[in-house]
């Protein structure tokens, strides 16, 4: 089977990694891949802030697990946010990035008319790019959903990110753990029309 297909079809959401460094040749080549998807309307409105830096891990960490703090669960809210708020309130050292050693925070223009689209795809480019090179990855929503919350908003100006950018997507990257376990996947459907 080609290679690329293969790495697509062998991509899995990582949530444990060994404390192994991401090979900053390998970052690169991650980044190149994400740079390289496609963008609406010519707009190239992307920035990929690279953090492998433990404190800025810590950072990005500490202002998820605050952000969730700070939220009363309801019915209005999925499961899952619910889920992660709980263990946000019961555990002190929860570590909502999988302590990856790896992150990337993908933040495009507020006016950009296609940014969460641009994000998807470069994410998407970049996992398969990670995959290839035998790594994992997990796109990351936490900071997606809790972009507008202060301590997210703190963070991202302590890692850089300027205040007319939002964040639609994040990637955690680094070496799966050996304990680590993959959903599995479904197909989906695929109609025919011939």
């Given at each position: 089977m080609n290679q690329t297909i293969q790495n697509i079809l062998d991509r899995h959401s990582t949530?444990?990694?060994?404390?192994?460094?991401?090979?900053?040749?390998?970052?690169?080549?991650i980044l190149r891949a994400g740079a390289a998807a496609g963008h609406g309307i010519g707009h190239r409105t992307r920035r990929f802030t690279v953090i492998t830096a433990p404190d800025k891990l810590a950072i990005v960490n500490s202002?998820?697990?605050?952000?969730?703090?700070?939220?009363?669960?309801?019915e209005q809210m999925p499961?899952?946010?619910?889920?992660?708020?709980k263990k946000a309130k019961a555990d002190d050292k929860v570590d909502f990035i999988y302590r990856a050693p790896?992150?990337?925070?993908?933040?495009?223009?507020?006016?950009?008319?296609?940014?969460a689209i641009d994000t998807a795809l470069a994410i998407?480019?970049?996992?398969?790019?990670?995959?290839?090179?035998?790594?994992?990855?997990?796109?990351?929503?936490?900071?997606?959903t809790l972009v507008q919350t202060p301590p997210i908003v703190k963070a991202l100006r302590e890692l850089g990110i300027p205040d007319d950018e939002t964040v639609y997507g994040t990637l955690a990257v680094g070496t799966p753990a050996p304990n680590a376990r993959f959903a599995p996947r479904e197909?989906?459907?695929?109609?025919?029309?011939?």
């Open positions: 949530r444990a990694y060994t404390n192994d460094p991401v090979p900053e040749d390998a970052l690169a080549a202002a998820i697990r605050d952000a969730f703090r700070a939220l009363e669960p309801n499961p899952f946010i619910r889920g992660l708020i790896a992150f990337i925070i993908v933040s495009v223009n507020a006016d950009s008319v296609s940014g998407g480019n970049m996992s398969i790019a990670a995959q290839s090179l035998d790594l994992g990855s997990c796109w990351m929503n936490q900071m997606t197909a989906g459907e695929f109609v025919y029309l011939t």
